[in-house]
């Protein structure tokens, strides 16, 4: 009998005819309504100069963009040659394949020009939702987790996982599945659970300081530095336990995946940040 578990969880939460709900979608909306809740309860300080009503047209700004910029990024990091094959693919969201950093990038893009259109300070804004944002962050790992996806690099630690869509080879059917799990043969490729520890640390670790952090008045650029800077480094650290992405491999080093490459910018642009916001003359 195998000593790890086995990831059989279905990705499909419910289906209808040819239309199915996906748990990792469903993440995406309780993410959003999570965010957009906290947003309004944050907005009751008047001095945060947002209200209600802002909170609800920065959603859905914030939707459009997290959802191109991750798509769009994802396509650019991970899957060049398939868009030089068919520009088209980018379009193929149904597919899979959503990029944190894209996204990143597709929200400052998207709350830039909302910035620009209610003629506020873009970093004023940034500083605001950067604390809604973890919320989201750890219900998508929990997603990825949920499809089997993302895993982490082999292990034996006694919470290892089995997921079926990482072993090579693949079985050849469900039977052959649970005859070579039970008979223990798989638990060589039991590998770290690795969406659960970024859904802890992006969800639980980085809301709880990111949230206590900005609970009181800090000054312009501080908020978005120290999220960049402590995203960075737990992402970074966590992708030593990630397996990385088979199209792509170490990108540069023999150890450093793109993941970690992204994280760099991060980790650096976070940093001066927040020099630069505690040493610029305060106003």
Not at 44 to 49: H, M
Not at 187 to 201: C, E, G, K, T
Not at 217 to 243: D, H
Request: aromatic residues 14%; contains cysteine.
């Amino acid at each position: 009998m195998s000593a790890f578990y086995l990831h059989q969880i279905d990705p499909i939460l419910a289906s209808l005819g040819s239309l199915h709900l996906h748990w990792y979608g469903l993440m995406y909306v309780l993410g959003a309504l999570g965010g957009e809740w906290l947003g309004k309860q944050r907005a009751k300080e008047l001095w945060r100069g947002m209200d209600a009503r802002a909170m609800e047209s920065i959603l859905i700004w914030a939707m459009v963009g997290v959802i191109a910029g991750g798509r769009i990024g994802y396509m650019f990091f991970y899957g060049w040659q398939e868009l030089v094959r068919n520009p088209l693919n980018v379009l193929k969201v149904w597919e899979g394949g959503m990029s944190f950093h894209g996204g990143l990038l597709g929200v400052m893009l998207a709350m830039f020009l909302w910035s620009r259109r209610t003629q506020r300070h873009v970093f004023d804004v940034y500083d605001f939702i950067i604390p809604l944002v973890p919320l989201g962050l750890g219900l998508g790992r929990l997603g990825n987790f949920i499809g089997g996806e993302l895993w982490g690099r082999v292990t034996q630690v006694p919470w290892a996982v089995i997921f079926p869509q990482a072993l090579s080879p693949q079985p050849a059917n469900q039977a052959d599945l649970l005859a070579q799990y039970q008979a223990g043969l798989l638990d060589v490729q039991a590998r770290h659970p690795s969406q659960l520890y970024q859904a802890f640390w992006e969800g639980v670790v980085l809301f709880a300081l990111i949230w206590w952090f900005s609970r009181t008045q800090r000054p312009r650029y501080a908020v978005s530095g120290m999220f960049l800077l402590i995203y960075g480094i737990g992402r970074f650290a966590i992708e030593f336990l990630r397996e990385p992405d088979a199209q792509i491999g170490f990108i540069l080093l023999p150890w450093m995946s793109m993941g970690q490459l992204l994280c760099l910018p991060m980790i650096f642009g976070g940093t001066g940040l927040l020099v630069y916001a505690y040493r610029r003359p305060q106003v």
